[in-house]
């Protein structure tokens, strides 16, 4: 390789990484953005008060998914007219090439309390082990953001986006 | 002892051009090359980059992570490095020109090792850095992948690879005929599409609605299309439009035949004095062979010659071939042509049946009278291949021919012209400022090559061609 040849592709190749790990750190970065964006939903969301039943959830924006139950709540709801009812709901339940996935979640005070996954990809062993590694990431990132507007776990890409697909309906569900 | 059989030496004339049209042309090429090798290593800087890119740092947190991100870089680098040597292989007309199709199989050949370890070490990684998460043994990690969808199908396509990669080294290769290890080497495509379902379905990065997944999605299919254009499409459709039949078949000396060809519009495939086409014969028990010979003429009118030894398993059979055969064509190939030139003198070394390049080269080259040297190594002084033909063209265009005759000597030399203490430097006083052409079986080949090299010759002055595949 000729000296020419070694400076240009040690140009090209250095200014591709460092594009490439800047954008990395905006991925990483943009978990944090979101988490600050999404708390303001929950306080300041004036909604309708009625129940969750009137929603139908939608497993919207899911490519690989496909909706086979709706969400229901299963606990009493008090009165509260500002914010989500407290109680806890199930999401749908959303097909992956992996398996099955399907989470509830538990709301109180007007905050995502709790979430709980009813079913994960179990396909195999593989999936079993990337989902019981993505299940408990995915559930701080929500807990601390509010929203099911969260990034994905990379190498858990398919659980966490019918993860977070099953949540949103189940957020539908409770109005939250 | 060499032999002066045509001396043009004394009628050189100074150059009225400050700068030599030969040395413009060849840094343009050198641009090229420069920027193909960059774009290159760029693509596996890309690669890496476009994993960083989806925060594939963050990974390397813990060590079990570390393993895992290691073992899909490994991965990524080794798919990139496999789409380069598609591409390398496809005789792209753009990477053809500026470094010529051995230089480019060369580069292709020495990435195969290294790619088969990657691929080794992407499999091995991954089955430990799982492990190491998951807390369980290797067995049972294996087992557990095994039973992943698409990963069995990504096995096979290892598996494949590594029967591509073991055919291909030389120690190997030598023992199968070239056909077979073809043959072999094809199923390199069917690796590569083995592997894709598990690229596209487990890994994260290509996961569906990723701009990652639409740059490899890219990068696979430019592969293959070049594959399926510039090594089938163009070669079949030249094939059919020039419709190259044999002439006629000459015997010029004992195993040795000059084949002439006729065909249409010949003058559109744009090939030149020292360009190699591969040949298929399309005659029964023929076809199924590919040959690569050069031009023994430069190309004209309606006609190609080739001059052809019976030197491999195949070539033996060229020499029965009869007027009247159709002949498909791929080509023409190689820059040991005018497109290599840098310097407006011009010295060309050739050694047995290797004067068939030079010899069109000579044809078709641009010098003035005095400019350009030839030097065959022949058995006799007065007695070699095409000898009488280069005779008459350095006559005609002004170029001195010298023969060195003899039993082979300790380096390219004869016995007795290594005793004299002659070099290519005592035959071409003015070596430095040449361009040196070389052909002939490959030791002999290097030697002349290292001799020139050491005489201060720059990488662009010297050319050679390879004979062996």
Known sequence: MRARAFVIASAASAAALIAGWQLGNAVTGAGTTVAASGTQPATSSASSGTDASSS????SAGSSGTTSASAAPTTDSTTEQAGAADGTYAGTTVSTRFGDVQVQVTISGGSITDVTALQLTDHDGRSVSISNRAAPILRDEVLQAQTASVSMVSGATYTSAAYLQSLQAALDAAGF | MAFLLHDARGLERRSRELVAPERRRASRRLWRVDLLQAAAVATVAIAVALFLADGGAAGFADPAGAVTEVGIIAGLVATDLVLVMLVLAARVPFIERAVGQDAAMALHRRLGKP??????AHAVLLVAGYALTDGSGLVDEVVSLWNTPDIPLAVAGLALFLAVVVTSLVAVRRRFRYEVWHGIHLLVYLAVLAALPHQFSLGGLFAEGTWQRWYWLLMTITAFAAIAVFRLGVPAYRSLRHRLVVEEVEPIADGIVSIRLRGVALDRLGATGGQFFVWRFLARGQWWQAHPYSLSAAPRGGELRITVRALGRGSAGVAAIRPGTRVALEGPYGIFSEASRSRSRLVLVAAGIGVTPVRSLLESASFRPGEAIVL?????????????EVRQ?????????????????TGWLSEAAEQQGLSLAAFVPAIADSDVYVCGPLGWSEAVVAEARSAGLRPEQVHHERFDW
């Not at chain 1, 139908?56 to 497993?59: V, Y």
């Not at chain 2, 790619?115 to 080794?120: A, P």
């Not at chain 2, 065959?376 to 009488?388: K, P, V, Y």
């Open chain 1, 56 to 59: 139908t959830s939608s497993g």
């Open chain 2, 115 to 120: 790619v088969l370890l990657l691929l080794l």
């Open chain 2, 376 to 388: 065959l190594r022949t058995r006799a002084a007065d007695e070699g291949w095409l000898l009488d």
């Open chain 2, 393 to 409: 063209l350095c006559h005609a265009r002004g170029a001195t021919l010298i023969t060195i005759p003899g039993r082979r000597g």
